[in-house]
């Protein structure tokens, strides 16, 4: 169960078209996140799967059956959103137990459901609380046990991350990859931030202005980006993409080389700059170099301890095995 696939699924406002032809399959059990920057129709293309928006042209089939104008009800998909959505004067049980109410089943197989939730999620301590007394993080998880209840085929998580703190952001991270561990079910996960993306996916959708730029697992994509605009997105900090003669040097539009893929040097090297910024972060240090000759500024990582300050020369060589080519259409070269 949680087999999904879009043929050819549109989606227009009005005139404006904001998904153009797309296809994708998703594989039961898999953990798919969409993943792009603001405005570019993944949150649209979740709320098409789950059918809270019409598909304006294509199909949607889970598990075989075409799903296109099934109400989202009837899908057997339950959704997560950003707002945790939860009742102020229930309790976190009453919460959790919500939707099976509403869909008249047996108090005894509510319970039962609700237990095995409240395990799963580490709420059984909570189940008498009520949301004001809980954290973010632990209203992110009853919002989440109120899907799990449904055992659904499929669960669909709308940035459900981005209303909590850095550290809670981690751990939810954690939870919600445990949860999936656990359940094996096929989950999908909408979400801006590739750090996200890159720790917590099975297979990843890059996404542009409606378009599917590339599909694939974190080290795929990290490793071989399709175009320049997947190899600028996914990684952490961005891939270097530089052009001008350096590039024509290796018979390319535009080369790229990851921060972690340049050796630096204070005496010798293939490029010479000048230290701009650096941000120790303790076991890391990332440096912004201000390369002789291009107006592009390299970023470094290099060890933690490394004392390099602003206005220091350096020189950098990359790894040749670690370039990455790219033509004047953007396209990876081979």
Not at 135 to 143: D, L, T, Y
Not at 161 to 185: C, F, G, P, Q, Y
Not at 256 to 267: M, V
Not at 285 to 309: C, K, N, Y
Request: with cysteine; charged share 20%; proline share 5%.
């Amino acid at each position: 169960m949680g087999r999904i696939s879009l043929n050819q699924v549109t989606k227009s406002f009005g005139d404006v078209n904001v998904i153009p032809p797309l296809d994708l399959d998703i594989n039961e059990g898999e953990f798919v996140v969409f993943v792009g920057p603001s405005g570019c129709g993944k949150s649209t293309l979740l709320r098409l799967i789950a059918g809270l928006e019409d598909v304006t042209s294509g199909e949607i089939r889970i598990d075989g059956q075409d799903a296109t104008m099934v109400p989202p009800a009837k899908r057997g998909l339950a959704m997560v959103f950003q707002s945790y959505a939860l009742y102020p004067h229930m309790s976190v049980a009453k919460n959790i137990a919500f939707p099976l109410r509403m869909a008249g089943m047996n108090k005894a197989e509510q319970d039962k459901r609700v237990a095995h939730a409240a395990k799963v999620l580490n709420l059984a301590d909570y189940l008498d609380r009520r949301p004001g007394q809980l954290s973010g993080g632990q209203r992110q998880r009853v919002a989440i046990g109120r899907a799990i209840v449904r055992e659904p085929a499929a669960f669909l998580f709308d940035e459900p991350l981005s209303n909590l703190d850095a550290a809670l952001r981690v751990n939810m991270r954690l939870e919600i990859s445990e949860l999936h561990n656990t359940l094996k079910t096929t989950m999908i996960y909408v979400t801006h931030d590739q750090v996200e993306a890159m720790t917590m996916a099975d297979k990843i959708v890059v996404l542009q202005a409606g378009r599917i730029e590339q599909v694939g697992s974190p080290m795929e994509l990290y490793r071989t980006p399709r175009n320049t605009f997947v190899a600028g997105f996914i990684g952490s900090p961005k891939m270097n993409l530089i052009e001008g003669p350096e590039a024509a040097r290796h018979d390319a539009h535009t080369i790229g080389i990851r921060p972690e893929h340049l050796a630096i040097s204070t005496t010798e090297g293939a490029w010479k700059g000048v230290v701009g910024v650096s941000e120790h972060l303790g076991s890391d240090t990332f440096l912004h170099v201000h390369q002789t000759g291009l107006a592009e500024t390299i970023t470094l990582r290099a060890p933690g301890e490394l004392e390099l300050r602003h206005g220091d020369t350096v020189y950098m060589t990359p790894e040749a095995d670690k370039l990455h080519r790219f033509g004047p259409d953007g396209l990876r070269l081979a």
